[in-house]
């Protein structure tokens, strides 16, 4: 009830395509869903999140489809770039209050140029 | 804003010694703080809370003689790795939330510290 899975494990995308990542949850109480990028020897930098109350949102070329029903969120990252290549991370707030993260087991994303 | 540093970025031990790593809010007071570890090519585990003031929470299956965290004030949480061994050898991060945003999941992570242990 505590995971949160991620698909895919690795995607390739073209220059100026369409990356999509998935994460699916099974505990209905999980009320934020962030999503961070990671580059190699590098922290977790937050990208964007989302709240169960809304079903999209965008913050640039990023954006997040929420679908409380299915318990599903997206990823989708618009027109890609090579600098994008980087490796994605969902993950979901406990909801125990305690603000701790159940974190998708990542998607390593290649651009190619 | 929303600034958070580790220290050092990368450290070399032997086997049998302790590591200091220090975990800084920059730019913002931190509540709560949190330890990860990362393996290679793996997600991020959660090894503990801490919270300013108060007795770190640690996971289940966290050693917390092995794992001392210390929070000693709203910007900077320790975490010691005692009597290091080489399968402690990982990527630590910590992570912090803003005290001013009361309610708000947000954690802000550091850069993390590669720990080697020979």
């Known amino acids: 009830q505590q995971q949160v899975k991620q698909s895919p494990q690795s995607l390739i995308v073209q220059k100026g395509g369409i990356s999509i990542i998935n994460c699916a949850y099974e505990?209905?109480?999980?009320?934020?869903f962030p999503w961070y990028q990671q580059f190699p020897g590098k922290g977790p930098a937050l990208l964007i999140a989302?709240?169960?109350?809304?079903s999209e949102k965008k913050e640039g070329r990023f954006t997040i489809s929420f679908n409380k029903s299915a318990k599903q969120f997206s990823l989708h990252i618009m027109d890609s770039q090579p600098g994008d290549s980087a490796t994605y991370f969902c993950a979901a707030s406990s909801p125990s209050g305690t603000y701790k993260y159940i974190f998708g087991t990542g998607t390593r994303l290649k651009v190619l140029a | 804003g929303a600034v958070v540093s580790q220290h050092p970025s990368w450290v070399i031990c032997k086997s049998g010694t302790s590591v200091k790593i220090e975990c800084r809010s920059l730019d913002f007071q931190a509540t709560t703080m949190f330890w990860y570890r990362q393996f290679p090519k793996q997600s991020l585990m959660l090894m503990a809370t801490s919270n300013e003031g108060s007795k770190a929470t640690y996971e289940q299956g966290v050693e917390k003689d092995k794992f001392l965290i210390n929070h000693a004030s709203l910007t900077l949480s320790t975490l010691t790795v005692t009597s290091a061994h080489p399968e402690d050898s990982s990527f630590y991060i910590c992570?912090?939330?803003?005290?001013?945003?009361?309610?708000?999941?947000?954690?802000?992570f550091g850069p993390g510290t590669r720990l080697t242990v020979l």
């Open positions: 992570s912090a939330r803003d005290r001013r945003l009361s309610g708000t999941d947000t954690q802000y």
């Open positions: 505990n209905t109480a999980f009320d934020y």
């Open positions: 989302i709240r169960p109350d809304v």
